[in-house]
């Protein structure tokens, strides 16, 4: 049997005092009995506050989601809070998805605030990620806290950040509330609810979140009436927002799958309840083959990720990826724009750097800014609070999120999926096709194929194998990818952007994070970074190739994916 290290043991005895509850000393008494491997890995390490919240396994220990640490992150940022806005009556609002204990963690949440003397806005029910966004500025709130695990197994939960502006935290002010929170013992949590400071939210903000989402996502698209929609909420939030959305905006034609429409933490019909994954939406389009839908509309468990497949030139329901769609939102946005005189010379589209290269090429070409930020949407939010001169349109990252306008601060599949129904629909009437639309930009800025390996490492072993592949990486640069030789390395721990072939250093004007992105001659660009919410290292893959006419389509993106997969195995992936 294994063996407790002195520092675990030390660290879970702690646990069998009288601050914590009976459930939880019987359960840890247990696993010191039966089981102290997983007790072990319950109490190695805290689970860390990171620079957007908090994600992980529920249980008990330090490194679990419980009403513990959860408590002692909210009773940090209470205190917080109350420095940062002295004179005023501080106030925040919660919302939660489908996940196992949501509902009761929320309200631990929100117990823990009113005991700080801080006025809570509690959604009654389950609602969708970017509704808490919104809700934040509706009303007027300091802070906002979503207890979702997005796209993760169905043992995880998670608790995120968002300041006044919608956008959740960023630096600097994520290291303070760190800091606040690290300085806490599990003792200064004060669980002693005041109800009163308590009040229960639901039609009200739900109307006014449905109401800005058409605003922002309709226009106007003609042949709704002969547009075919299938939806899935995947078991998870969007239920509860998509489809009055769509109605609202004219779309009636909307079929929804009835087996994944009620929301359950364990996603039965689904091995994962992400997008991104093409098994997520097998459901959906073999219903939408069977009643001869246009379009195919999926969402993550919290609504703020969104996947579609759309007819090909054949017919053929395809499913499309995050960077493809994010193609054809922000150029019609731009086209919308551009018709209606808006581009004037002080708008931006945002996006990250590990998504398609395109989209810079699609900026220049209409004469808008494009900033870039690190992966995750905290990061356009800044953007917008940091160029308040400056209009935006939209954004998107390649894990399957998309913005559109100002309005919610966060990725938001509700007015992304209005809006992708909008262009289809809308391509239709003009004798097009979404699919056919993203041809188009291929032809006009270039075919731009990309790729994305996630390797899974779990546990204490499997972060120090993640952390040591970046040390190799760093230690051993490659020199030359596909036959074509590396002429950029950005390494966005070190802020350095390195030129092969003077050796110059530049200082790169971001935050830091573990990336590294490998640039080569023949416009190939490859990225790692591990996950910031799971037990992963991604590699991200873009290849580029000019495209004369839409009919070579199938041939040049035959050899991109040809070339993407001898990248691959020359890097033993």
Known sequence: MAQLTDAVSKKAKSWLT??????????????????????????????EFGTGGMRGVMGVGTNRINKYTLGKNTQGLSNYLKRQYPDQQVKVVIAYDCRHNSKTLAKVVADVFSANGIKVFLFSDLRPTPELSFAVRYLNCQCGIVLTASHNPPEYNGYKVYWEDGGQIVPPQDGEIINEINSLDFSDIRFNVDENLIEYI????????????????????????????VFTSL?????????????KAGFNNVVIVKEQAEPNGDFPTVKSPNPEEPEALAMATKLAEETGADMVVGTDPDCDRLGIAVRDNEGKMTLLNGNQTMIVMTRFLLDKWKDAGKIKGKEFIGSTIVSTP??????????VEYKEGLTGFKWIAKMIMD???????????????????????????????????????DAKANGSSFYNELLKSYVDYGLFKEDLISLVKKGKAGAEEIKQMLVNMRENPIESIDGSKVIKVEDYQASTSKNMNTGALTTMEIPKSNVLIYYTEDGTKIAARPS??????????????????????????????????????????
């Not at 395109?358 to 004469?367: E, G, P, R, V």
């Open 532 to 573: 910031g919410t799971e037990p992963k290292i991604k590699f991200y893959f873009s290849v580029q190739a000019d495209l004369e006419k839409v009919s070579d389509f199938q041939t040049v993106s035959t050899s991109l994916q040809n070339k993407i997969d001898r990248i691959k195995k020359e890097m033993n992936l």
């Open 18 to 47: 009288d601050i914590f509850d009976a459930d939880t000393k019987n359960e840890i008494e247990e696993l010191f009995t039966n089981n102290p491997a997983e007790l072990e890995d319950r109490f190695y390490k805290d689970l």
């Open 202 to 229: 639901d039609q009200e903000v739900d109307e006014a979140f449905i109401n800005e989402s058409v605003v922002n996502g309709s226009f106007d698209a003609n042949g709704k009436d002969d547009f075919k929609i």
């Open 358 to 367: 395109m989209l810079a090429k699609m900026a220049a070409d209409y004469s």
């Open 387 to 425: 160029f308040p001169e400056l209009n935006f349109i939209g954004g998107g990252e390649e894990s399957f999120g998309y913005m559109v306008g100002d309005f919610v601060r966060d990725k938001d599949a509700v007015t992304a999926t209005l809006l992708a129904c909008e262009i289809a629909c």
């Open 235 to 247: 078991h998870g939030t969007s239920i509860t927002a998509i489809p009055e959305t769509l109605k």
